[in-house]
T-cell receptor, first 115, second 113 residues
Framework: DADVTQTPRNRITKTGKRIMLECSQTKGHDRMYWYRQDPGLGLRLIYYSFDVKDINKGEISDGYSVSRQAQAKFSLSLESAIPNQTALYFC??????????????FGPGTRLTVL | GENVEQHPSTLSVQEGDSAVIKCTYSDSASNYFPWYKQELGKRPQLIIDIRSNVGEKKDQRIAVTLNKTAKHFSLHITETQPEDSAVYFCAAILAGAGTALIFGKGTTLSVSS
C-alpha cells in the first residue's frame, strides 16, 4: 500500500548536534508537511512544501530547516539541537490542491530527545 | 494569526453515551475543516472532514457540523465504544497557506465500559 515513512523512528542526541529527520512517501502526492507534537499543544506546523521548488515556513520554523530533495522526499534538519526541541515529529502529505488536496496523511512519527 | 481553539481538553463518557467536541476558528476564509483521531502511540488518522459549503456531514456514528457565521464546528460521536478512546484533533486551513493546516490542541476522550 502507498504510504508515508519516516526515519529514524527514535533518536536521542545531545545539545548542539546537527540532526536530520527524513520523510519518504509512495503516495505520489505533491505536497508535504512537517509538524511537531508536544503534550497539550497539539500539532504545530514547522514547514511545508507544495512542490520541489516551493518551500514555506509554518507556525514555528525557527531553529529548523528543510530540504525537498525530490517529489517523494522531504527532510527536516535541526542545525544545532536544543532540549526544547524534544518532541514527536510527524511528516504528512497531501495531493495537489482543490478537493483532493486538503486530506493529509501522516507518517508514523519520529520521537526525538535532545539531552 | 490564524487560531483554532478546541474544547474540552479532556472528556470522559460512559459506553453508549454521546460525545461532543467543539472548535472555533479565527480566519473567516477557511473553507476546510478535518478531524483527526490519534490512538496512543499511533499517527493521526483522518476520520471525517467538512467543507464550508456544507453544514453537516455524517459517517456512521460520527458527524461534523459547521456554523460559518459563528466560525465554529463540532464533532459528534454517538453510541460511544471503548475503541473510540483516543485524542481527537480539529483543524482548519492556515490563512494564506493553501492546504496547510492549523490544529487545535486536542481532546482526550475516554470511554469507560
Amino acid at each position: 500500500d502507498a504510504d508515508v515513512t519516516q526515519t529514524p523512528r527514535n533518536r536521542i542526541t545531545k545539545t548542539g548536534k546537527r540532526i536530520m529527520l527524513e520523510c519518504s512517501q509512495t503516495k505520489g502526492h505533491d505536497r508535504m508537511y512537517w509538524y511537531r507534537q508536544d503534550p497539550g499543544l497539539g500539532l504545530r506546523l514547522i514547514y511545508y512544501s507544495f512542490d520541489v521548488k516551493d518551500i514555506n515556513k509554518g507556525e514555528i520554523s525557527d531553529g529548523y530547516s528543510v530540504s525537498r530533495q525530490a517529489q517523494a522526499k522531504f527532510s527536516l534538519s535541526l542545525e544545532s539541537a536544543i532540549p526544547n526541541q524534544t518532541a514527536l515529529y510527524f511528516c504528512a502529505t497531501s495531493d495537489t490542491g482543490g478537493g483532493r488536496g486538503n486530506k493529509q496523511f501522516f507518517g508514523p512519527g519520529t520521537r526525538l530527545t535532545v539531552l | 494569526g490564524e487560531n483554532v481553539e478546541q474544547h474540552p481538553s479532556t472528556l470522559s463518557v460512559q459506553e453508549g453515551d454521546s460525545a461532543v467536541i467543539k472548535c472555533t476558528y479565527s480566519d473567516s476564509a477557511s473553507n476546510y475543516f478535518p478531524w483527526y483521531k490519534q490512538e496512543l502511540g499511533k499517527r493521526p488518522q483522518l476520520i471525517i472532514d467538512i467543507r464550508s459549503n456544507v453544514g453537516e456531514k455524517k459517517d456512521q456514528r460520527i458527524a461534523v457540523t459547521l456554523n460559518k457565521t459563528a466560525k465554529h464546528f463540532s464533532l459528534h460521536i454517538t453510541e460511544t465504544q471503548p475503541e473510540d478512546s483516543a485524542v481527537y484533533f480539529c483543524a482548519a486551513i492556515l490563512a494564506g497557506a493553501g492546504t496547510a493546516l492549523i490544529f487545535g490542541k486536542g481532546t482526550t476522550l475516554s470511554v469507560s465500559s
